[in-house]
Every structure is written in C-alpha cells, then in structure tokens.
C-alpha cells in the first residue's frame, strides 16, 4: 500500500484508452464500474476532442456481483461490435474488474466477432500509464501482423531495399499519441524534416492510423521511435521478428535531431549530405534551418550562461531537455529526474554525464522538495512541477506529460526537429526574461507611476499563494470551474508543508546579526533573495551559529566556485 | 409572456408545505419514468470529497483504493492548487492483494506517517473504494481499530464512495450518515440544515432564518469536523441538496423531523424551502413576507436578463449530479424553458417530491442510462442545451448542440434568491456565447 495524493500517469487501461482513442476505426471494450468513464474527460477536455474516446464500459454494479457479470460482458462487447463497426476491437478490464477474474478477453475470443480481437491483460495493481499503451500497441501490432510473421530463417530484408525497388525510402513514425506532449505538432515536422532528405513516411501510428494502417507497418525500411515510453516495445518486436531497423535518436533539439538525421542515413544506406558532416568553417543543416544556434550565441543570451535549471519529465523529454539545456543553452542543469520507471537507466545515464545523481520517483513532493534544495532558477517539468515551482515562486516551462488544457496549443508548436528547437528556445527562456521583469517590477515599486495592483505572473510567491494559484491552478483539465473565493480564503494552504516551512525559515532567520543583515542590505535587491538563500545554506552546512557580514563574504567566495 | 410567478400556490406560507404526491399529480409533474440500466457516463461517488474536503479543512479523506481512483479524484476535481491536499489514496499494490501484505497492518502504518505530517487534522475519513470492496477490505473494523489508537486526537470514520455502489454526489450522502453516529442527541428545537453549502451562501440562509426569528439554525456537514450538531426530537431538518437520501432517513431514525420543500435553487424554489421552516417554527405570515418580499423580488429582476436568452428553449438533462429534477424546475417554471428530457442517476420519490410536482404535465423522466441510447435520443431532439457531465460536453458541442456542464453547479454557490440570477446565467452562457461568435 502506497500513498499518492497527485499522481504522474494514470492506470495503464487509461494508456490502452490513449491508444484506442488515438487511432480511427479501432474500439476499446472495457469491463469497468461506474465512475471509470472519468476518463473520458481527458481527451474532451485536455485535447478538446470533439469525439468521445471509442470506448464501452461494461458499468458492473454492485448488485450485477452476485450474478453474471460475464452475460454483461459479453452483451457489451456485442452490442458495441454491431454499434461501432470497429475494424479492429481491444477487450479489456480495469482495475475492479481484475480483481473479480471474468476474463473479458477470453470471452470475446469465443464469441466469433468477425473483427480482428486483442485480448488487453494490463495488471492494474503494478503497472501504469504509459506502460498500458506501450503494451496496447504492441499487442495490436502483433496480433495484425500475424498472418505477415516471415518463417524463422528468413532473411532480414536489406534496409537499402528501396534502391533495387526503384523507390523513395520509406520508415514509419512510431509512438505519437493523444494526452502525449505536442505529438501533432512533431508528427508535422519530422514529416518535413523527412521529406527535405528524400524520405518518405509509410505509417504513422497510433496517431491517426487505421489498423489496416499497421498492417503496412512491414513495407517500411525502417522504424523511427519517436517516443519510446509508447513505441520501444512495439520497434524491438519488430527489429527481432520482421527485420526491420530501429532508429532510436529522438529528435529533440540541435544536437539530437543533427544526430537522428545522421542514423537514418546511416540505417538506410543514404548519401549523408555535406551539411549534416562536420565539417570546419561550414554552415550545418542546424545553422541554417533552425534559429536555436544563432539566438544561443547573440550577445543577448549572454545572461543565460549558467542558469541553474531543474529537470523533471518522462524519460524522453527529461533527458532531451538535459542535453539541450547544458550544451546548447548553456543552463547548469542542477537536477534530472523522470517517473518513467522504465525508462530509468537512460535517465540515470544521462544524469551521470551531468555528473548528477537521478532522481527516479513518482511522489512529486520528493521533486518539489528536490526542487528547492537544488536552488533552481528555472525549472522544466510537466503540469506538477508547474505548481510547485509557482508555490516556490520559480520560473516554469512545461516540456511534458501529464498535461493541462494550456500545454494543447492552436498554434504549431513542435518540440522536434528544428522548429522544435525555436519552439523549445522561446519557451524556455520567456520564463527567464518574464524573471528578469519581475526584478524591474520590485526595482520601480516605489516609483510614483508605479500603479498598485501590477501583479507578478508567478503569483503572490509561496505561502500567500492560495488565492491567486488558485484562479489559475487547475492540474488535469483547467476546465473545473474555480470555487467561490469566499469558500477559499477560508481554506488556505496545506497546513503540513507550510508550517514545517515557516518553522525552518524562522529558525534561518534568528541566526542574522545586525551587521549581517545590514551587508545583506547593500547587495542589489534582485540578488538579494539568492545571496540570503545562499548564505543560510552556507551557515546551515557549516553549522554557525551566526550570520554576520564574514559569513556572507565567506558564503559569497564559497559560491562564486 | 406568461408570468410564472403568480399562480404559484406553495408560495404562500400559510399553505401547508407541498405535500409529497402518491402518484402522478393531476394535471403537474412527470409523465412516464424512461427506465434505462447500461454504460452510464458519470462520475463515482469518491468524487463528492472534491467539495468536502473543502468543506471541513480539518478532515482528510483517505480512499482505500487504486490508481485508478487517484487519478479520477485528481482529473474530476482538476484543481491542484495545494502542495498537500487533504485527501488522498492509499493505493492497493499486488503485495496486498496477493495477500503478502496484511493489508490492515499497511493502513495503519500508512494512517501513522500521515497523521504525523498533518497533525492538524482532526477527522479522518477512510473511504472505501470499487477494489477495497471487492477484496472485502472491512474499513469499519480498520476505523474501530485506528480510533482506539488515536483515541482523544484524531477520529476516524469509514464510508463508501465506490462506483459499484455509489454515483457522483452520493459519496456525500454516505459520508454525512458515517458522521452521525458521533451527532450528540438533544431534543433541543434546532433547524438543520443538510447538504454541503459554500459559506458565503451558508451565512446568507443563516442572516435570513434569524431575521424570519428562527436562531438556532445547524449545519451538517459543519464547517469544523469536530464541531457536530445535537439532533433530536426538536431538529427539524431542511435538506439543502437533492441527493441525501439515506442521511435523510438516518436523521428521522434520530427522531428529527424533515422538511419536505423544494430545493432551494432560484427565487420560488429558495423561498418554497424557507417557507417551510418558517412554517415548521410558527413564524407569522407578515414577517414572513416583510423578510423575503424584497429578497424575492431582487431575485427577479437578476434572472430578468437571463430568462429573456432563456424562455422557450428546449433544455435536455442528461443524469449526473442528482440535481437534474430540481434544476429543471427551476429551469422550467422560472426561466420558461421547456423541457425535453430529465435525467436522473436514481430517483428518489420522498426526496423529490416537492420538485416533482412543480414539473410541467407529463414532463420526460429517465432514470439510470445507456448513454448511447440517450445520446440517440439528443439527436433526434435536437434542444438548444444539454445539461451534461464533461466527457460529452465538447463531442455535443462538435455536433452543434449547446452543453453545460453540470460538474459546475456542484463547486459553484447556486442556492438562495441572491444567487438565483447567477445560476441562471451558467445556462444562459452557452447561448449568449453562441449568440456572440461570427466564425464561419
């Protein structure tokens, strides 16, 4: 028994949903009770889709236990095969349903549908989220690819194939789902990108794919897993049984989609281009085609050297968002992490290039608390990081799933390729500049054309947060209406973490001396804030007593390292 | 234009409160009942601790569950504004289900470390879940078990607000009966008022009831857990939401007498439901009248504006939230619209009764779903709104029809005169919305 108060990824039937609902012409039965169709909301509201998800929940009551619930499912999955006319139907249970073992699959196996049927054993009670989608599309995957399976001892087709053939080359785009993090937008871009480099795309799958769409999966000479949370199973199936090739560089920011661009010719035996070699005193395909180099480099950016960035994302985000942030931003990446479990040996890796150690968790307050020692100055993670670096007053960009009704954008706006490198430039370093705004905000308060009620986007800071976080704090949806404020300046923050809190800052600030706190004074008010915190880490781990003006002079050489 | 407020015989306070109909009424309320039993597109009742907690800040919920039940608390409720909320899930893992675990020593340990990170909590409310009562996880023995632990600090209850049992707002009804037992018995004379309200509103009714002469006015849920009302032969009790069903029967039990009334949602219904403690307490007709007049007429002319985008349009309700009958006559009788479908969870005739013959003749009621059957039946309507749950609202609006979502009027102030014109406007939006944009 565990106990979760805000939770990363949902139970692994919500992936199989993810999947379900991404694809056309595809149908999700699952034996479910009443109140499992919250989940039906997540696609409604966060990805406003005007269609509901291609799903039938069974709706076992209680007083349905003592009889057949079996006759229940297998009325569900009838009617939901005369209703929908699926191409091809998943059958599934979720977590309630397990536990009373009415086998739904192996039911719809016997009752001759007519559609091809994939039987979803998805444990609820130790696998989650993204774990259920990357099983469902493997398991669809598979069972359409049946009749395809090339006998043992086949040779493996030749990934230049497609010269003999007289053709374009060809890979499917694996992975891309609904409620993942701007898979539209990529799908587009590494589309263009492809097609620039006189490549085709055979399938893309989930997203938007028939299943008669996967059953072309085998023509392509080549897979690219885009997102490895959801395609990793489903490639390494069919690198081991078809043959065919994985690409497994995700294409985000400068340096990876230069290195993607590289493997794929590589794996298919195409010409590498002069601007994709390294080569001396030439401008690169990444120079030309994205902005990322340049703006990286202009003089502007200078103040970016060495902002302390906090990483937390699933793996593929997170450790993306690493190599960009330390070598084409020039962040100091301070904390990486992911809740992607089974991802976590790449995370740990890349940590470890970092010279950091991973945090690998699901308990977002061990992140947020991680967060704060790790004295961030911006912080990258999903929609729960947000809310905790607004309770702790820091700049924010959201790079990943789980999302919000905000991180759907109308514009385009990928995270890879190079677009995907603009995007990602703007959006991490408006926080910043947002930052640097507030300081000009505090600097001119006193002025007399100041006008009181300019407020900060980042709220009140921590504790008096309430209020103001929340007409703007809506985690899943942002679609709940927010309450009356009369009922919620009575409710105030959590008690537990702000306490402890005030009771840590309290005991901090006793230890200021006079002539401590008068040099305090003297440092520019917008490094203020840093230098205190700074200092009261310096005098905690060195056990002083007191902060006079010494300490904060030793503190200052100690950090200026 | 008709003027719907006059020919209204319940208004007056002399008249007896509306007397709960055996069967249909004559020439008022609903036409046949549309059973329906199928996939049904609402929430589970562990979604009523989204408005309690808020309730009493003092308690903590803590569901006995899944994943599953995480992440439907953390979608439904979509607010995560606080860095510990009060409510949680203890998550069943393989180990207890395999039985490697003991799953009650795992509770409490579980219970422990959270009472010592939150020690000002001072109710703890374990609540049971789809899986916990499948396994047949006995939480009334783990609460017996933990309130002899934490005797003197802490005090813990046990409900369930599983979807095998309970839908959406009956998770309130199963926490409020696990509070009373702990209610002291008095026969002292006492309005109580059941059902969660926001305070704003609750403080407004209370400011009302002392001016109508009556002081003694109770809440149950109150706003500080520990902090119960006395019930006993002088409680008389004014329902504030619809879907109290069993706490209702369970505060009779305790001698209390209930109201019947109609809920109090827009000007009639509010003034129907004071009416009739102002009858329970003997207050004189002129006092009656001298305090509510200028509410009511107030009231009238807030919704004014709205009934203008409102009266004639035909309104679907499809179940959810166990608000539909009441909102509907309010809807209907207040607003003018006409009423094409209500649907509701469950029906219970005592509770409704009041509503129910308000209703216009042979009005359209539907108990349970099949919501693809029922969303057949939206089509071939075709209304101007559809009263629904969020997992419909947007694939409605993609079809073209209008929606409100009714997870709305379950964290909005809605009750009273004073807030009659607001609950209006939340169904006027969509069409004035509509009204406004120039897209194609």
Not at chain 1, 273 to 300: C, F, T
Not at chain 1, 390 to 418: E, N, T
């Amino acid at each position: 028994m565990e106990l979760t108060l805000w939770t990363y990824e949902g139970p692994p039937h919500v992936g199989a949903m993810r999947i379900a609902t991404s694809m056309e012409g595809v149908h999700y039965v699952l034996h479910a009770p009443q109140g499992d169709t919250y989940a039906d909301l997540l696609f409604t509201m966060i990805e406003r889709r005007g269609l509901r998800p291609p799903v039938t929940y069974t709706t076992f009551q209680a007083r349905d236990l003592g009889g057949d619930t079996a006759e229940l499912v297998q009325r569900s999955i009838r009617q939901a095969v005369d209703r929908f006319q699926p191409d091809a139907l998943l059958v599934g249970e979720s977590c309630t349903a397990e536990l009373i073992q009415d086998q739904p699959g192996a039911l719809a196996a016997g009752m001759n549908l007519g559609v091809p049927m994939v039987n979803l054993e998805l444990p609820a009670y130790s696998k989650k989220e993204n774990w259920g989608a990357a099983e469902t599309v493997y398991q669809l995957v598979r069972t359409l690819l049946k009749p395809q399976l090339p006998a043992p001892g086949t040779p493996k087709p030749s990934p230049s194939r497609w010269r003999e053939e007289g053709r374009r080359p060809r890979v499917n785009l694996l992975g891309p789902s609904l409620l993942g993090f701007r898979c539209r937008d990529d799908v587009l871009e590494i589309t263009r990108l492809l097609a620039e480099h006189g490549i085709d795309v055979a399938v893309v799958a989930p997203l938007g794919a028939r299943p008669a769409d996967l059953e072309r999966i085998p023509t392509a000479d080549a897979n690219v897993c885009l997102y490895p949370e959801v395609a990793g199973p489903v490639c390494s199936w069919l690198e081991r049984s078809f043959g065919t090739p994985v690409v497994r560089t995700v294409p985000i920011g400068i340096g990876a989609t230069a290195t993607f661009l590289r493997e794929l010719h590589g794996v298919l035996d195409l010409a590498l281009p002069a601007e994709l070699q390294e080569v001396e005193g030439q401008p690169s395909e990444a120079e030309r085609r994205s902005r990322l180099p340049w703006y990286s480099k202009s003089v502007d950016s200078t103040y970016l050297t060495g902002k302390r960035v906090f990483i937390f994302a699933d793996a593929t985000h997170a450790i993306a968002a690493s190599r960009i942030a330390s070598k084409e931003l020039g962040f100091q990446v301070v904390g990486l992490g992911s809740y992607s479990r089974e991802q976590a040996r790449e995370v740990r890796a890349a940590a470890a290039e970092l010279g950091l150690e991973a945090l690998i968790t699901d308990d977002y307050l061990v992140v947020e608390k991680a967060m704060a020692e790790a004295a961030a100055e911006l912080v990258l993670g999903t929609q729960m990081e947000r809310h905790s670096a607004k309770r702790l007053g820091l700049p924010c960009a959201v790079i990943s799933a789980p999302l919000h009704v905000q991180d759907v954008p109308a514009r385009y706006s990928p995270q890879m390729g190079w677009e995907g490198a603009n995007v990602i430039f703007d959006s991490w370093v408006h926080p910043l500049m947002m930052g640097l705004e507030e300081h000009l905000i505090g600097m001119f308060r006193h002025d007399f054309e100041f006008v009181d009620g300019h407020r900060s986007h980042l709220g009140d800071g921590a504790p008096a947060a309430a209020s103001g976080a929340d007409q703007e704090g809506s985690m899943a949806t942002a679609t709940v209406p927010t309450p009356a404020p009369a009922t919620t300046a009575t409710t105030g923050p959590a008690p537990g973490t702000t306490t402890a809190g005030a009771a840590v800052r309290e005991a901090l600030e006793s230890l200021w001396t006079a002539d401590g706190e008068a040099e305090l004074a003297k440092i520019p008010f917008f490094v203020r804030g840093k230098v205190r915190k700074n200092t009261e880490a310096f005098a905690r781990e060195r056990g002083l007593e007191r902060i006079d003006a010494e300490a904060l002079y030793d503190a200052k050489a100690h950090f200026s390292r | 234009m008709e003027a719907p407020y006059l020919a209204i015989p319940s208004m007056g306070v002399s008249a007896p409160p509306v007397q709960p109909p055996t069967g249909a009424i004559p020439g008022a309320g609903p036409g046949d009942i549309l059973k329906e039993s199928g996939q049904r597109e609402v929430f589970c009742g562990l979604t009523s601790i989204v408005w309690l907690h808020r309730r009493m800040p003092d308690a903590f919920f803590l569901v006995v569950g899944s994943r599953t039940c995480a992440h439907l608390i953390q979608s439904a409720a979509g607010v995560m504004i606080f860095a510990e909320p009060r409510f949680g899930t203890a998550i069943l893992g393989e180990r207890d289900l395999a039985g490697l675990a003991d799953a009650n020593e795992e509770l409490d340990r579980l219970v422990k470390d959270l009472l010592e990170r939150r020690p000002e909590i001072r109710t703890l409310f374990l609540v049971g879940s789809c899986p916990s009562e499948v396994i047949k996880l006995d939480l009334a023995k783990a609460a017996e078990r933990l309130n002899t632990q934490l005797v003197g600090r802490v005090r813990v209850l046990n409900y369930s607000g599983s979807g095998i049992e309970t839908t959406f707002t009956q998770g309130e009804d199963n926490a409020l009966l696990a509070m009373l037992p702990l209610l002291p018995s008095s026969d002292e004379e006492q309005l109580l008022i059941v059902g969660t309200l926001a305070d704003a509103v609750e403080d407004r009714f209370r400011l009302i009831f002392e001016r109508l002469g009556i002081t003694t006015v109770r809440s149950l849920p109150p706003r500080r857990s520990t902090d119960l009302p006395p019930v006993g032969k002088g409680t008389r009790v004014l329902l504030a939401q619809p879907f109290l069903s069993a706490t209702a029967r369970a505060l009779q039990h305790r001698g209390a007498t209930l109201l019947s009334a109609p809920y109090p949602f827009g000007v009639e219904g509010s003034r129907d439901w004071m009416a009739a403690a102002a009858h329970a307490f003997g207050v004189p007709d002129d006092r009656f009248n001298a305090v509510l007049d200028p509410l009511v007429e107030r009231g009238r002319r807030a919704l004014e504006p709205h009934r203008e985008v409102l009266a004639g349009k035909r309104l679907f309700l499809l179940p959810d939230s166990q608000m539909e009958i009441p909102l509907a006559r309010f809807l209907s009788r207040e607003c003018g619209m006409k009423l094409v479908e209500v649907g509701t969870p469950y029906l219970d005739r005592q509770l409704m009764a009041a509503d129910l013959a308000l209703l216009p003749p042979a009005t359209q009621l539907s108990e349970g779903q099949d919501v693809d059957l029922q969303l057949e039946r939206v089509r071939a309507a075709r209304p101007d709104l559809v009263l629904c749950g969020l997992g419909l609202a947007n694939p409605l609006e993609a079809e073209g029809i209008a929606t409100k979502w009714s997870i709305e009027l379950v964290f909005s102030p809605i009750h009273g005169c004073d807030q009659a014109g607001e609950l209006a406007e939340l169904f006027a939006r969509p069409l004035r919305r509509r009204a406004v944009l120039q897209l194609s």
